[in-house]
């Protein structure tokens, strides 16, 4: 027996349909969908407990979607012997269909990290999952597995992402498990072998920068960056127009940016590096990715003589990695030499003094110390050089 319901919120039109459609029923599901109003700003067709379409009930559908025009129009949950039928009508390349999620459960899986978005789960010797917290949005997960799979099609070295499942009532998707230590480990583990590590971290970020693509479904790390300004608390009107003609004054670029390059991020599995996190690939000038390194390692650093947390080694250690990183990276000690070979290093710095506004000056993870640290930046660094560089404000 075919049942569908139909619910309007805020102008969109939520469909969901249960049983099978055949030339039988046809036209009852053709008279259900008629209901959908016309001025409705897109449709999503919930087929999840449609067990089976023909012929005649494609043609209905594909008259839904000749009426919604341009407007958003998704299928969605379309189980594996449905999505067959779709993808060998060709009803797959013409419209915007997903498949249903496949069912998991992580009940006695090891936890093996947890982070802002999720946590990661051990599903077995080959496999993780990155398990969503609940609120998530589904398009920023099929968005942030659409950029893994990207990166690795590009020869970025990363895990290979697998599909997107359901596992106790959250969304996740499952990668591959890197059996390795992060750069940040094998560091603390042995010193010794600290310009060897280092060098690898070079290689790594020198590859990454070296890609490029015009894809248009990887975002502009620059516009990005633009739109978060909005959330920069604590300073004046005149500072956060500034931050704006900072940032609109970056040059364009269509160099691969990871956006968090760190050493904790980077895998190193059979002598070879491998990044995971790849949640915010973008596209932009590579000082983006490197002055984010100069951010987190030299003005998100502990105090002297204190523990870096993040990085888990004294501060001077972490100073030592990033002058040996800058020396391995750029084949000099000073921002002023480098710049003579890069004409773009000048923008090295002040991008990062932009981070540090971006990240410090965001609600109250760093605490009042850094807050104060971000602000000088701010005005004795970032400010004066905008100036220089577009002019005063008017």
Same mark, same amino acid.
């Given at each position: 027996m075919l049942k569908t319901s139909l619910e309007i919120k805020d102008g969109y039109a939520y469909i969901t349909a249960?049983?099978?459609?055949?030339?039988? =029923? @046809?036209?009852?599901?053709?008279?259900a969908l008629a209901a959908v109003p016309e001025d409705i700003t897109g449709v999503t067709l919930d087929i999840a407990n449609i067990e089976y379409i023909s012929s005649a009930g494609l043609r209905v559908v594909l008259n839904l979607k000749k009426r919604c025009g341009k407007k958003p129009f998704h299928i969605v949950n379309a189980s594996s012997e449905v999505m067959d039928v779709f993808e060998m009508t060709g009803f797959a390349e013409i419209m915007d269909i997903s498949p249903a999620c496949r069912k998991i459960s992580v009940d006695g899986c090891e936890v093996i990290g947890r982070g802002a978005c999720g946590e990661c789960y051990r599903i077995d010797d080959e496999t993780i999952i990155?398990?969503?917290?609940? =609120? @998530?949005?589904p398009a920023f997960i099929e968005h942030e597995k659409s950029l893994s799979k990207k990166a690795f099609v590009m020869g970025i070295p990363t895990a290979i992402s697998y599909d997107i499942v359901e596992a106790n009532g959250r969304k996740g998707v499952v990668y591959e498990l890197i059996k390795s230590k992060t750069l940040g480990e094998l560091i603390r583990m042995d010193d010794s072998r600290l310009d060897e590590y280092v060098a690898m971290y070079v290689d790594i970020c020198k590859k990454v920068n070296s890609i490029h693509t015009n894809d248009?479904?990887?975002?502009?790390?620059k516009e990005a960056n633009r739109a978060d300004i909005a959330n920069v608390t604590g300073?004046?009107?005149?500072e956060r127009e500034m931050l704006y003609r900072f940032i609109d004054s970056v040059p364009e670029g269509d160099t691969c940016i990871h956006g968090d390059l760190n050493i904790n991020n980077i895998m190193v599995q059979d002598g070879e590096c491998c990044l995971i996190d790849m949640g915010e690939l973008s596209v932009g000038m590579p000082?983006?990715?490197l002055s984010r390194i100069l951010f987190s390692m030299v003005y998100a650093n502990a105090e002297k003589g204190e523990f870096n947390s993040f990085y888990k080694m004294p501060s001077e250690k972490v100073t030592e990695i990033y002058e040996k990183f800058f020396r391995g990276f750029f084949g000099c000690d000073t921002a002023e030499e480098a710049e003579k070979n890069n004409p773009d290093v000048k923008w090295l710095y002040p991008l990062a003094w932009f981070?540090?506004?971006m990240s410090m000056l965001k609600g109250e993870r760093w605490g009042e110390a850094m807050r104060s640290r971000a602000l000088g930046l701010l005005r004795e660094k970032l400010i004066p050089f905008t100036e220089r560089e577009c002019g005063n404000m008017k």
């Open positions: 249960e049983g099978s459609v055949n030339s039988a =029923n @046809a036209a009852e599901f053709g008279n990155k398990l969503y917290y609940g =609120n @998530a949005d248009p479904e990887i975002p502009s790390f300073i004046t009107d005149r000082m983006f990715d981070r540090a506004c």
